[in-house]
């Protein structure tokens, strides 16, 4: 990375850049662990319910965990590939990841939506 405005080597471009990818990781291990922490919760509280014999709260609860456990999974990935390739010169931003937990998190959003239709209500 280059100071564009006197033509030198900004020597502090590459710390940032390391501190900005953990950063990024710390996101992705909150969101996950704030995940984990939700699923939890959902299983102690929420009305258990069956729908022909599938007991939903654990479903949802342990899809809700799984979930956090991928986000932080995905981000000590992404941050040791990001870390290897800002070293290396050669960082490129992330697509598959993005896509893969993007797709997931919306999947566990409908089965959310149908488990809140799907509880007694009183």
Do not use: C, K
Not at 40 to 64: D, E, I, K, M, W
Not at 88 to 93: N, S, V
């Amino acid at each position: 990375m280059r100071d564009t405005e006197f033509g030198r080597a900004d020597p502090d471009s590459r710390a940032r850049t390391h501190l900005a990818n953990e950063r990024t990781f710390l996101a992705w291990f909150r969101t996950g662990m704030t995940l984990i922490a939700l699923g939890v919760a959902a299983a102690q509280f929420l009305t258990a319910t069956t729908l022909t014999g599938l007991r939903l709260v654990p479903v949802f609860s342990t899809l809700v965990i799984a979930l956090g456990l991928v986000l932080v999974a995905v981000g000590r990935w992404r941050y040791e590939r990001g870390r290897a390739r800002i070293d290396d010169g050669r960082f490129h931003p992330a697509q598959l990841s993005i896509l893969i937990t993007s797709s997931v998190a919306f999947a566990t959003g409908l089965i959310a939506v149908l488990v809140v239709w799907l509880m007694p209500h009183g």
